[in-house]
Nanobody
Framework: QVQLVESGGGLVQAGGSLRLSCAAS????????MGWFRQAPGKEREFVAA????????YYANSVKGRFTISRDNAKNTLYLQMSSLKPEDTAVYFC????????????????WGQGTQVTVSS
């Protein structure tokens, strides 16, 4: 089992920045592919970004490419999402996710999910 706890959400003005964190426990963090998803009101959950176990390979949704950066610190068992140039359409609950296989994560079917943290971007 893997437990994931997100933090760092909040209210920010358009054009601003936020950094989300996800603390993982219960399994060797460095063996897991990690990612972020989001769900806006009335919409389905969507993929945002993913990173492989080593941190060397990252993947992004087109909608956030160039604005968001995913990273991980395997020594701290923590995943990050640095969000810049935020837009009102980035408003959503952001979920951390983990899986032993990067392909499952990027397909949107990871084994483990966090509870989510709310990000609200005002115009």
């Amino acid at each position: 089992q893997v437990q994931l706890v997100e933090s760092g959400g909040g209210l920010v003005q358009a054009g601003g920045s936020l950094r989300l964190s996800c603390a993982a426990s219960g399994r060797t963090f460095s063996s897991l592919a990690m990612g972020w998803f989001r769900q806006a009101p009335g919409k389905e959950r969507e993929f945002v970004a993913a990173i492989d176990w080593s941190g060397l390979n990252t993947y992004y949704a087109n909608s956030v490419k160039g604005r968001f950066t995913i990273s991980r610190d395997n020594a701290k068992n923590t995943l990050y999402l640095q969000m810049s140039s935020l837009k009102p359409e980035d408003t959503a609950v952001y979920f951390c996710a983990a899986d032993g296989r990067s392909s499952r994560l990027r397909a949107g079917i990871p084994d483990y999910w966090g509870q989510g943290t709310q990000v609200t971007v005002s115009s």
